[in-house]
């Protein structure tokens, strides 16, 4: 059964930096696109960065420049590097992946989230 879990959330000033990891364990044929995702109390859902499984990249303006999504199709697994943190990126972060299981079609599966907390 394919899952992704998440990992590396916890609280930091503001300035600060936090690297998540997302990885997929499971048996797949093939991981496509993936996503990382944040949403704060009381907002909806946001994308902030996806990887194509050729690696491009594409980021939410309000993070360019400080944060970076890189993959490692080798250990399936997707990192979220975040530098120059701000208080308004608290939010609860999800790893988001086009995942082709073995004997399956693929779909879009999603992690449990982790918890950023950036204080001022």
């Known amino acids: 059964q394919v899952q992704l879990v998440e990992s590396g959330g916890g609280s930091v000033q503001a300035g600060g930096s936090l690297r998540l990891s997302c990885v997929v364990s499971?048996?797949?044929?093939?991981?496509?696109?993936i996503r990382w995702y944040r949403q704060a109390p009381g907002k909806q859902r946001e994308l902030v960065a996806f990887i194509t499984r050729v690696y491009t990249t594409t980021y939410v303006d309000s993070v360019k420049g400080r944060f970076t999504i890189s993959r490692d199709n080798a250990e399936k697994r997707v990192f979220l590097q975040m530098n120059s943190l701000k208080p308004d990126d608290t939010a609860v972060y999800y790893c988001n992946a086009d995942v082709e299981p073995v004997g399956f079609l693929m779909r879009t599966y999603w992690g449990q989230g982790t918890q950023v907390t950036v204080s001022s």
């Open positions: 499971g048996s797949t044929n093939s991981i496509g696109t």
